[in-house]
């Protein structure tokens, strides 16, 4: 293995690594295994000592045994090579502290690791359905969400090694078209398609819905226009796919401005189910499902009743033979089962649509669409808020642009750049500033819980102090300037960790816990479990930074420190970049 470093430039070979995390998991469950059959640890870091094993009273429990005389047990069936010292805590915890010499063994397989200790996977299919704004409308804060969170689940399971198939669910199809498509004609197409490509899809709509319900004559029109495109008239086809073709092109624009990973290739919306909405509906019928129930065809899922007790239908086909929301997502579950052979689909779609994925998903396991193998999750989240704490809105009500967010952000991280003696041209301070604010937006976002609503502030996001994208982004690049002020070719491969600082210590043992990070969050789809894990680490940095001198501390204290720095600053730029956030060199 050949490990070389020059500044600003590194090159890493992978050395094939397992985690200390999965180390010492990996002894939990040989001695809980040793005791009997059934029963799982659970490893959390702590603050107590370094780690703290759980899951014993559940052991305890399936032998009918005092806890803390099974953690006793426990104890002496583990095998305590670099563990310094174990005890029982609590009502039956293991508190393990580590020798020094396993954290240097960890630290020292990190250095010649690119992955810095995170597993691959064994190359699952996942189909992630996210973003899914609408054509002919405007983006709003909850497509932010998704597009956002949607993405970091999508770098962070390409990054273990699993095939993400990204699916952009818009809303390409469905009784507006026929208003749209008329307006587009009475608008004409070259002033149409001009009006859209700016990006002023909201007036659009609002222009088009204004007539429809002003004018009886339009109303008709659109009326006709819709049975025209469902009856694949090819010039109503044509002006359709206008609308799809300008709205797309926009929403690529914003995912550009973003730094998101999806493309126009992985638009596959509403409309590309229609041919096998049929299906559905006959194969339903077929299983004995389909309820006809006030003229539209139903399947009531067990389980579902309203509030009244009664039992919810999943409408399939309407009344006017039309199919509706539900039946383009069972086509869609169908397809990504049987033609993408996907092992996980996750639906990135707010929490208010909870109850139609419950449905749908019951729907699809009940009709044997959706096997138990498949795992399906409705990743749901919560609202962004105003200042008032109320839905996010303009002052006159209207949707908030994501573009224009970005761009104000942008604004404002150039202007407290600007603010700063710098020697960097305009050019390079406008580039800075855009992934500052893409940090600070993106950030806010994957920082909260995902289920809860967070308060959209642009001054808490954009700023550089507390748990913000910039704040990370300024200790990655603090770390770099370390680096750029070295004047030797430095070889971190060769440095021995003694870890005789306290705040030495307790970097190293954050920088060990990075893939329990990653694995947490993809196990749960939190993204913030990473955000959190990389907030921890930059401030047990900044602690670090305050007591140890780096640069000037004589050798071979130097090198040590250099290389606790190389590795905090690998594990913020990979971390951060799996969150779909930049870490520029310099800020
Ligand atoms: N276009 C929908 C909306 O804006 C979201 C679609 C989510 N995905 C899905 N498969 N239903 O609310």
């Given at each position: 293995?050949?490990?070389?470093?020059?500044?600003?430039?590194?090159?890493?070979?992978?050395?094939?690594?397992?985690?200390?995390?999965?180390?010492?998991?990996?002894?939990?469950?040989?001695?809980?295994?040793?005791?009997?059959?059934?029963?799982?640890?659970?490893?959390?870091?702590?603050?107590?000592?370094?780690?703290?094993?759980?899951?014993?009273?559940?052991?305890?429990?399936?032998?009918?045994?005092?806890?803390?005389?099974?953690?006793?047990?426990?104890?002496?069936?583990?095998?305590?090579?670099?563990?310094?010292?174990?005890?029982?805590?609590?009502?039956?915890?293991?508190?393990?502290?580590?020798?020094?010499?396993?954290?240097?063994?960890?630290?020292?397989?990190?250095?010649?690791?690119?992955?810095?200790?995170?597993?691959?996977?064994?190359?699952?299919?996942?189909?992630?359905?996210?973003?899914?704004p609408n054509v002919a409308k405007e983006m709003h804060v909850g497509h932010l969400r998704s597009t956002v969170i949607g993405d970091a689940l999508a770098r962070m399971y390409r990054?273990?090694?699993?095939?993400?198939?990204?699916?952009?669910?818009?809303?390409?199809?469905?009784?507006?078209?026929?208003?749209?498509?008329?307006?587009?004609?009475?608008?004409?197409?070259?002033?149409?398609?001009?009006?859209?490509?700016?990006?002023?899809?909201?007036?659009?709509?609002?222009?088009?819905?204004?007539?429809?319900?002003?004018?009886?004559?339009?109303?008709?029109?659109?009326?006709?226009?819709?049975?025209?495109?469902?009856?694949?008239?090819?010039?109503?086809?044509?002006?359709?796919?206008?609308?799809?073709?300008?709205?797309?092109?926009?929403?690529?624009?914003?995912?550009?401005?973003?730094?998101?990973?999806?493309?126009?290739?992985?638009?596959?919306?509403?409309?590309?189910?229609?041919?096998?909405?049929?299906?559905?509906?006959?194969?339903?019928?077929?299983?004995?499902?389909?309820?006809?129930?006030?003229?539209?065809?139903?399947?009531?899922?067990?389980?579902?009743?309203?509030?009244?007790?009664?039992?919810?239908?999943?409408?399939?086909?309407?009344?006017?033979?039309?199919?509706?929301?539900?039946?383009?997502?069972?086509?869609?579950?169908?397809?990504?089962?049987?033609?993408?052979?996907?092992?996980?689909?996750?639906?990135?779609?707010?929490?208010?649509?909870?109850?139609?994925?419950?449905?749908?998903?019951?729907?699809?396991?009940?009709?044997?669409?959706?096997?138990?193998?498949?795992?399906?999750?409705?990743?749901?989240?919560?609202?962004?808020?105003?200042?008032?704490?109320?839905?996010?809105?303009?002052?006159?009500?209207?949707?908030?642009?994501?573009?224009?967010?970005?761009?104000?952000?942008?604004?404002?991280?150039?202007?407290?750049?600007?603010?700063?003696?710098?020697?960097?041209?305009?050019?390079?301070?406008?580039?800075?500033?855009?992934?500052?604010?893409?940090?600070?937006?993106?950030?806010?976002?994957?920082?909260?819980?995902?289920?809860?609503?967070?308060?959209?502030?642009?001054?808490?996001?954009?700023?550089?102090?507390?748990?913000?994208?910039?704040?990370?982004?300024?200790?990655?690049?603090?770390?770099?300037?370390?680096?750029?002020?070295?004047?030797?070719?430095?070889?971190?491969?060769?440095?021995?960790?003694?870890?005789?600082?306290?705040?030495?210590?307790?970097?190293?043992?954050?920088?060990?816990?990075?893939?329990?990070?990653?694995?947490?969050?993809?196990?749960?789809?939190?993204?913030?479990?990473?955000?959190?894990?990389?907030?921890?680490?930059?401030?047990?940095?900044?602690?670090?930074?305050?007591?140890?001198?780096?640069?000037?501390?004589?050798?071979?204290?130097?090198?040590?420190?250099?290389?606790?720095?190389?590795?905090?600053?690998?594990?913020?730029?990979?971390?951060?970049?799996?969150?779909?956030?930049?870490?520029?060199?310099?800020?």
């Amino acid at each position: 293995m050949r490990v070389w470093y020059r500044p600003g430039r590194t090159r890493w070979e992978n050395g094939g690594v397992t985690s200390t995390y999965d180390v010492l998991l990996g002894r939990l469950s040989s001695a809980f295994d040793a005791i009997s059959e059934g029963t799982d640890p659970v490893l959390r870091t702590s603050d107590r000592s370094d780690y703290q094993a759980n899951g014993v009273m559940a052991l305890a429990k399936s032998r009918g045994e005092n806890p803390r005389d099974t953690a006793q047990k426990v104890m002496e069936q583990l095998d305590l090579a670099g563990i310094a010292e174990v005890e029982v805590a609590g009502p039956g915890f293991l508190n393990l502290t580590l020798t020094t010499q396993f954290l240097n063994d960890q630290l020292r397989t990190l250095i010649s690791d690119e992955r810095l200790g995170v597993a691959g996977s064994t190359g699952r299919t996942v189909v992630i359905d996210y973003s899914a704004p609408n054509v002919a409308k405007e983006m709003h804060v909850g497509h932010l969400r998704s597009t956002v969170i949607g993405d970091a689940l999508a770098r962070m399971y390409r990054f273990r090694g699993d095939t993400v198939i990204a699916r952009n669910h818009v809303g390409d199809w469905g009784t507006p078209f026929g208003m749209l498509i008329e307006h587009l004609l009475d608008l004409g197409e070259d002033e149409a398609i001009a009006s859209l490509s700016i990006g002023d899809l909201d007036s659009f709509y609002r222009g088009a819905r204004a007539k429809f319900d002003a004018d009886d004559a339009f109303k008709e029109r659109s009326r006709a226009r819709v049975v025209a495109l469902q009856g694949g008239d090819a010039e109503t086809r044509r002006l359709w796919q206008i609308l799809v073709d300008e709205s797309v092109a926009y929403f690529a624009e914003v995912y550009r401005a973003l730094d998101v990973t999806l493309t126009p290739s992985d638009v596959v919306g509403e409309s590309y189910y229609n041919d096998m909405l049929d299906d559905v509906v006959r194969d339903l019928d077929a299983l004995g499902l389909l309820v006809e129930s006030g003229g539209a065809l139903c399947v009531f899922p067990e389980g579902f009743t309203n509030r009244d007790g009664e039992p919810l239908p999943l409408i399939v086909q309407k009344r006017d033979e039309g199919f509706g929301y539900a039946a383009t997502d069972l086509a869609a579950v169908r397809d990504r089962v049987s033609n993408l052979h996907a092992d996980e689909i996750l639906y990135v779609v707010g929490a208010p649509q909870g109850q139609h994925f419950e449905m749908v998903l019951a729907v699809a396991r009940a009709a044997g669409w959706l096997p138990a193998a498949v795992r399906c999750e409705h990743v749901a989240f919560g609202n962004v808020l105003g200042p008032d704490r109320k839905m996010f809105k303009t002052r006159s009500g209207e949707t908030v642009k994501l573009i224009g967010l970005l761009d104000e952000a942008t604004q404002r991280a150039d202007v407290a750049l600007a603010l700063r003696p710098s020697a960097m041209t305009e050019s390079e301070r406008r580039h800075l500033a855009t992934q500052i604010a893409r940090a600070a937006v993106k950030y806010a976002d994957l920082s909260t819980d995902r289920q809860r609503d967070y308060v959209f502030d642009l001054d808490r996001m954009i700023a550089f102090e507390g748990d913000t994208g910039p704040y990370l982004q300024y200790a990655h690049a603090r770390l770099r300037s370390i680096f750029r002020r070295l004047e030797h070719p430095w070889d971190p491969s060769a440095t021995t960790f003694t870890l005789n600082d306290r705040a030495e210590r307790e970097l190293a043992l954050g920088l060990v816990a990075f893939p329990e990070a990653v694995d947490a969050a993809l196990a749960t789809l939190q993204p913030h479990r990473l955000s959190g894990y990389l907030f921890d680490l930059a401030q047990r940095f900044t602690a670090f930074y305050e007591a140890c001198p780096v640069l000037v501390a004589p050798e071979p204290q130097r090198s040590e420190r250099l290389a606790l720095c190389e590795l905090t600053s690998r594990t913020l730029a990979l971390g951060l970049s799996l969150l779909g956030i930049e870490a520029p060199e310099q800020m």
